[in-house]
């Protein structure tokens, strides 16, 4: 019955309208991202849940370039190995300095420097002898007061050469120090010198990822640019669904007025014909009320809500 009444005032067609409008002013102040193309960076395009960008010709191949580059730029085994032999050679030199023995390495030294003076002070020694032994000397001495004799000469020759010797074993001992610290040193710098080559080719690989992360970003400006577009184009939107709204509801408001005096004018209508069928209509657009047959001039007629219901 409800359908029947609502066809003959025209409330179901406006209620019917009025979700259509609603409807239409949610869908209107929806986010709205826009596709741009012909971008340098490339193009974007954005679909039902959807948004996917391409990169434009030329940054593409700067992507394609810095990632086989990257690619090229991991060691293969032999360079690989090359720098565990150089870290390993490190690491046994800085292992002999630490281990050194001071005292056997200054004595070594200095041995290696007497070995190089001993020709020179063989050549001393018979040139000595040719001058005493010509100026007949050979077996002159001088007293030193410990009951015994020297040649002055002799004496002076050996007493040069033992300052030069004490001078030598203290410079040996500065030596061997300085050895140790030389083949620490230098062994820690070899360790770490292989350890930077094994890990320069992965930081340059990283690098130019980097750089190709750096093409992907660019490439996304499109992107980002239809987002913030339809960002900025929001707020208008949903002010426009606003207005879009009052309008349907001063429609509506407007189409219930209307079905208020159709229904009205109805009623009146039909209580021109008689009390008891202005009673039944105004039953009809009121409640609707149960069906049953009421007595209508001393006869029986069905009610008015009954019929077609």
Sequence with gaps: MGSL???ITGSTKAAKRQAQATRDAAD??????????DSFFGTADFGDRTASYELSPELAQFRDLFYSSAL?????????????????AGEDIFRRGVGTDINAMASDIYGQQQDLL????????????ERLYGSGRTDFGTSLGTGGYINPEQYS???ARQQVNSAMSADAIDKAYA?????????????GLGSQM???PYMDANSLLGLTGGVENMGMQPLMLGLDIGSRALPGQQAQSAGYMNAANIRGAADRANNAMFTNLMMQGAGAFGPQMGSSVS???????GGGYQPIRGGSAPNMSYIGG
């Design 118 to 129: 001993a020709p020179g002070r063989a050549a001393e020694d018979v040139a000595l002898a």
């Design 28 to 37: 209107m102040a929806t986010f709205k991202p826009y596709t741009v193309k």
């Design 157 to 159: 020759s050996a007493l």
């Design 283 to 289: 039953g009809l657009f009121s409640g609707f009320g």
């Design 5 to 7: 009444v609502g066809a």
């Design 198 to 200: 094994g890990m320069q």
């Design 72 to 88: 090229e730029a991991i060691p293969d085994p032999s360079q690989k190995l090359l720098f565990e032999d150089i870290k390993g």
């Design 179 to 191: 050895r140790q610290q030389s083949d620490i040193n230098f062994g820690t710098g070899l360790f």
